[in-house]
């Protein structure tokens, strides 16, 4: 299994991503500049990572959303090929149309990093076969800017066609307003396209992905889309 890393400039979870997938499934990792024009030959997984692309000076996402390389990445995700966003990865797939809302800065206006429970709400896509529905997991969260936000119509149309894939949760399963970090509406902390392919998600699940960081929960992201790919499922 072949992953492309995309590093932006201001990346800082580019590293610890390709460390996750390596150790976890012995996937092959290739580093990918930003100012690239395409992929790797092979790839079967493309990530953006978290971290400060550009430093955020403008909207989180709006600048990278704009690098060479996405226009890879789109083609890339067109053709079916996997593309998961990670925190300020799913900003910058927001930002560029690939994956429908906004993000708004946290109703806190504070920036938060701590960990976080979610509630799987689908098993069914490739990057959660090894999940169960109901299933409550541990990821830590780190960001500023996680309020997920769409319109009424737009979000009932999202939940109509089961895209969210984790909400935010209490450890119990509960998708509380108090369990809620952020104030992204209807608890969403990831979801898919319309395709199931891409994927966007705000908590991290490279940082419980071994048990020296207190969760592996993360490794089964890894495995479900390993086990994916090796089932023909990829493009």
């Avoid at 984790?166 to 509380?176: Q, S, V």
């Amino acid at each position: 299994m072949k992953v492309a890393v995309v590093v932006f400039p201001g990346s800082n979870c580019d590293a610890d991503v390709a460390h996750a997938v390596e150790v976890t499934i012995g996937a092959s990792v290739e580093m990918v500049w930003h100012a690239s024009e395409s992929l790797p030959a092979g790839t079967d997984l493309v990530i953006l990572p978290g971290g400060f692309s550009y430093g955020d000076y403008l909207r989180c996402g709006a600048m990278a959303a704009r690098s060479s390389i996405m226009k890879g990445v789109k083609r890339f995700a067109s053709s079916g090929g996997l593309v998961l966003g990670i925190c300020n990865g799913f900003q910058i797939l927001t930002e560029a149309k690939m994956l429908r809302g906004v993000f708004l800065p946290n109703r806190t206006l504070s920036f938060i990093c701590r960990p976080c429970t979610l509630r799987v709400e689908r098993d069914d896509t490739p990057f959660t076969l090894r999940y169960k529905i109901g299933q409550v997991v541990h990821f830590p969260i780190a960001h500023h800017e996680g309020l997920y936000y769409l319109d009424k119509d737009e979000l009932d149309a999202l939940e109509k066609r089961r895209q969210v894939v984790f909400r935010y949760a209490t450890p119990t399963g509960e998708a509380t307003d108090e369990a809620n970090p952020n104030g992204a509406l209807n608890n969403i902390a990831g979801m898919v396209n319309e395709g199931g392919n891409v994927l966007g998600l705000i908590p991290h699940p490279e940082r419980a992905s071994e048990p020296v960081l207190g969760s592996v929960d993360g490794a089964l992201m890894w495995q479900s889309i390993s086990e994916w790919i090796k089932g023909g499922g990829a493009h």
